[in-house]
């Protein structure tokens, strides 16, 4: 739910949402943390290709390039964006929150 209104957000600034390839490190977070209590999403966006790894020399350069910082900014937007979807649509945090109650039930 929250991830599909951040996608929404995110295609229209021209940038496309990312998979990893198989066996790309990506390393860990807290997002799990978070996400037990609260609706969360956890995006991850291309800057390179999607078979580079982020803990890299190759992804420090491109984040500092130009085009790092298109994508930053997008990102930055669309996450803003969903944020005014949820706070000014009472219908879809409804929904995120429902979702959340049934990850929880499920034990996700």
């Known amino acids: 739910m929250l991830s599909d209104r ?9 940038i496309r949402l990312a998979q ?27 800057i390179l290709g999607d078979d580079t790894s ?5 992804f420090a350069r491109a984040v500092a390039s130009e085009r790092g910082r298109e994508v930053i900014l997008a990102v930055a937007g669309a ?6 979807d949820v706070l000014s649509d009472t219908d879809i945090a409804a929904r995120a ?8 039930a499920a034990g996700l």
């Open 6 to 14: 951040f996608g929404l957000h995110l295609t229209r600034a021209g």
């Open 79 to 84: 996450l803003a964006c969903t944020a005014v």
């Open 54 to 58: 982020d803990h890299t020399l190759v």
């Open 20 to 46: 990893p390839a198989d066996g790309v490190f990506l390393g860990s977070s807290d997002i799990g943390d978070v996400s037990s209590r609260a609706p969360a999403i956890h995006p991850i966006v291309a």
């Open 97 to 104: 929150w429902a979702r959340q109650q049934e990850k929880a």
